[in-house]
Structures are given as structure tokens and as C-alpha cells.
């Protein structure tokens, strides 16, 4: 079984009756040479990299190899605690969990790249919130984990997932994507919801640029975790209630590609536009990159 | 193209912070150790383009020396792969080359050099999600990605030295994917590149030296 658009992948889910994460799980048995209990117990061990990495800096915060960011994750929990939070209890834990990832990744922890490490917190976030505030069980997070790779894999094939080739909109808009395909699946909905949802996220932040502070995967990468986290959820939402998105999930993936390519190259992950040309993005551009005597190791 | 699998999307599991910076690196680092495949007292590290600029914060340098160590791209030591390089008694130096122009933003060149003085010298890019291809060894134009095993043999370049590799791969039965040849000029040193779906067995490496012609051989399992 194999799927190259999100028109085919649905086709498949509607032959078989399973849903976008059984389809998932069928393509990867039927074209490599895993067996069912390997793909299982990759499924586990992506889970349990990404686990601790949403939950390590609760505890441990880390400051960053360039030293932008380090300790918001706990910060947002005990901000959670007080009357001034902003945010129910789901989104505040798919924010915190999000940005941690990023904190154990620019601390040189371990995270699972899905599909790119700068974006590598918004589908743990989702997952993992959701995981907590709807009572799912590791099973239900492994299917949540097949369905946003089934969307990411349909952007890999059509469209793009990198932010030197095509802005955050590829990295942070992909993820997204992936994570709401996922919400979307998990609280019950149709495959055909699955694909709205990731088409809306895709939609909403078309266009978005990548501008790292110092060229590093820090800031604003970071809080754009976050603010994918929280789109995710937001457009799973929406397509659970059956609010349609009129752009099909192939057009859409097509068009973010088109849209990457036409940024200039200095809102491509070159660190010469956006946040990084700001006159405080170029002073901490300078100060990060001097580099260290060669003598000191 | 290889089949996308899922864990191409939810993968690699990696030490952060960039699957290009630092998870490619300690790829490359990685395939040139199990290039060279003998105690390492010497590593020295040119970095190009992207990677000369930025390397400090993406732990590109740990991420480097810390594959040449033999660790993966998710083993947790690339953090700590300077002090563990030092207790193994591995000098290990950085340059960072801003000035010459390369093909591709991220590539590094890898020298290592053994406690008898044997050294080689290996070009790696990373081209992206943690990927990479060796582009250059000892001098000479290479293609190749380190995802299928691999066998690499130096030869003097002259006629039926590809027959015999080709006769010896026949007689184990290895199924080839790839075989090509790369030479700068006639009659120097060529290197031939196999690249196979399964494990190559060992005991070939024995029957392809026996050759005059057979300068040097790597293999790279998958």
C-alpha cells in the first residue's frame, strides 16, 4: 500500500476502512523490510525521546549553546500555577511542552526531528497535551505519531520541509500541519477532517519567514513552536466541528512550496532578514558568532 | 530516490540543535571513522561555508569529533565528545576556512591520522534532514551517501582491476546497487565505490587484496 497525495491517502483510508495512521502503518510494513513489531517498537522509542524532552526541562532547565533561550518551560509551568494565566490547562501544556523540546534541542539534548529539529517540539507539544488532558493511551499517542507522519510525508514528497529551501512556513507550517492531522484523528474525526485541518494549518501561516537570531536554532524558533502547538490545535478544532477549509489539502501543500520559493533568499534561514536583521537580531548576531580563540577549546 | 519511511518524517532521533549542523556532522564523522577503521591519535577538521560561520552554536565541532569517536547521531556524548577525545588521548583541531568556496554550504574535510603516521583525508556535505554524501577522498571526486553498505577500494588505475573486484563480489554473491569508478587522471590512483542493499561479507575484502593493483580497502557495512 503506498499513497504520493493526500487525494490517494484518502482513497486508501476509504478501500481499506482504516484510518490515515493504519494506512501509515500499512505503507511502511508493505515497503521496507520492518516487520509490524519493528515499526511498534520505533513508534515507542520516538515517543519516549520525545516524552522527555517535552517534560526534561520542567526540571532541569537548560541554557542554549548560543544562550538566547533556556528555562521558559518552567517558567510557563509555574506561570500555569497563577491567577494571571492566560490559557486553559491543554493549550498551556502543548505551549510548555513545545518550547521545551526546543530548550533540550538547543542544549544539545535528544529529540526526535518531526520533521526538522527547529520544529521538533510542535507535535510532542500536541501530543502529549492532549495525551494528558483527554486520557489517551500510549497506543492512541503511537496512532496520533503515524497520522502526522503520513502529512509530513505527503510534504516531504510535494511540497517542502526546509527552511533554507522555502521559510518556517515548510518547518514550523509543516509540523503544524502534521500535529493537527493528529489532534484531528485522536479526538475522533474523519480522515477527510484530518486533511482540512492540516491544509487550514498550512493556510494560516503561509508565508511565514525563516530568520534565526545568529543563524541558530533558537530564537524565534523557539516561541514559533509554541504558536504552531497552539495553530494546530486551533485548526483541528475547527475541522472537527466541521468548518471546511475550501482549498484541498494537495493545493494547498503545492502552493506553500510555490510561496517558499518565491521569499528572497534573505528570509530563508540566511539569518539577513526578519528577526535577525532587526538592529538588536544583528548586535546579537555579531556578539554570537566572534569566535572564540582558537586556542580555547 | 530512496522510499520516504516514516521515521525520514518523525526521525532521526538526534542530539540537537539542527539535523543539517549537527546531526549531519556527526554522520559524517561517523562513516569516515568507520572509513579509516584504525585507532585514531589524530582528527583535524576543516569547516566550509555555513558550517565555518556557525559551528560553535550548532555544536557542528562536537557533532564532528564526537561521529569520528563512534557515536551516533543520538548518543547523548556528542555533548561531551571534546573531554572524552582528550581522556582517549585524540588531538583534535578546528579550522574554520571562511575564504575558500565550496559546493555545498555545509561541508566539512576530515583528516585523521593514525599512531603510524597512515592518514586520510575525507570530504563530507550535509545535505539536509541529517543526511549526507563523502565527496572527496584523498584528493579525489567521490559520490556517494553511506546509506547502503559500501565498499570502497583504492587501485592503481589500469585494465582488469575492475574485472577482478566485479569476479570477487560475483563468487560471495552480492547484490550491487551501485558500482562506479573515480579517477582524476589515467593511470594514477582510481576509487571504486560498490554500494549494496545487504551486508557485504568480510572474508571478500581478502580475495579482492590479493591483487597487486589493490591499494587499500574500506567497507562500511549498513
Known sequence: ?????????????????????????????????????????????????????????????????????????????????????????????????????????????????????????????????????????????????????????????????????????????????????????????????????????????????????????????????????????????????????????????SMMHHVGRSLPMELRETALGGCAATPTGQRLGETLKRPQCAGCK | MKFLSLFDVIGPNMIGPSSSHTAGAASIGLFVSKMFARPIKKAVFTLYGSFAQTYQGHGTDRALLGGVLGFETDDPRIRDAFTIAEERGIAYEFIADEKTATVHPNTADILLEDPDGYTLLVRGESIGGGKMQIVRINQIEVAFTGEYSTLICAQRDVPGVITHISSCLSAYNVNIAFMRLFREKKGTTAYTVIESDEWIPDEILEDIKSSPNIQDLMLIQM
Not at chain 1, 160 to 178: D, F, L, R
Open chain 1, 1 to 253: 500500500m503506498d499513497f504520493l497525495t493526500g487525494e490517494e491517502l484518502l482513497a486508501r483510508c476509504e478501500d481499506s476502512g482504516l484510518p490515515i495512521s493504519g494506512v501509515m502503518k500499512r505503507r511502511e510494513t508493505d515497503n521496507t523490510e520492518q516487520s509490524k513489531e519493528i515499526v511498534d517498537a520505533r513508534l515507542k522509542k520516538a515517543l519516549e525521546i520525545m516524552k522527555n524532552s517535552a517534560h526534561g526541562p520542567l526540571l532541569h532547565p537548560q541554557k542554549s549553546m548560543g544562550g538566547l533561550i533556556g528555562g521558559e518551560a518552567k517558567r510557563l509551568a509555574a506561570h500555569a500555577e497563577s491567577a494571571g494565566c492566560a490559557v486553559d490547562t491543554l493549550l498551556g501544556k502543548a505551549i510548555r511542552y513545545s518550547m521545551a523540546v526546543l530548550e533540550v534541542n538547543a542544549s544539545m539534548g535528544t529529540i526526535v526531528a518531526a520533521p526538522t529539529a527547529g520544529s521538533s517540539g510542535v507535535v510532542p507539544g500536541v501530543l502529549f497535551a492532549l495525551q494528558e488532558e483527554r486520557g489517551l493511551s500510549e497506543a492512541e499517542l503511537e496512532k496520533g505519531l503515524l497520522c502526522a507522519g503520513a502529512v509530513g510525508c505527503l510534504l516531504m514528497l510535494n511540497s517542502s520541509v526546509s527552511g533554507a529551501e522555502a521559510g518556517c512556513q515548510a518547518e514550523i507550517g509543516s509540523a503544524s500541519a502534521m500535529a493537527a492531522a493528529a489532534a484531528v484523528e485522536l479526538m475522533g474525526g474523519s480522515p477527510k477532517m484530518c486533511l482540512e485541518a492540516a491544509s487550514l494549518a498550512l493556510s494560516n501561516l503561509l508565508g511565514l519567514v525563516c530568520d534565526p537570531i545568529a543563524g541558530l536554532v533558537e530564537s524565534p524558533c523557539q516561541s514559533r513552536n509554541a504558536m504552531g502547538a497552539a495553530n494546530a490545535l486551533t485548526c483541528a478544532e475547527l475541522a472537527l466541528s466541521g468548518i471546511c477549509h475550501p482549498i484541498p489539502f494537495d493545493e494547498m501543500a
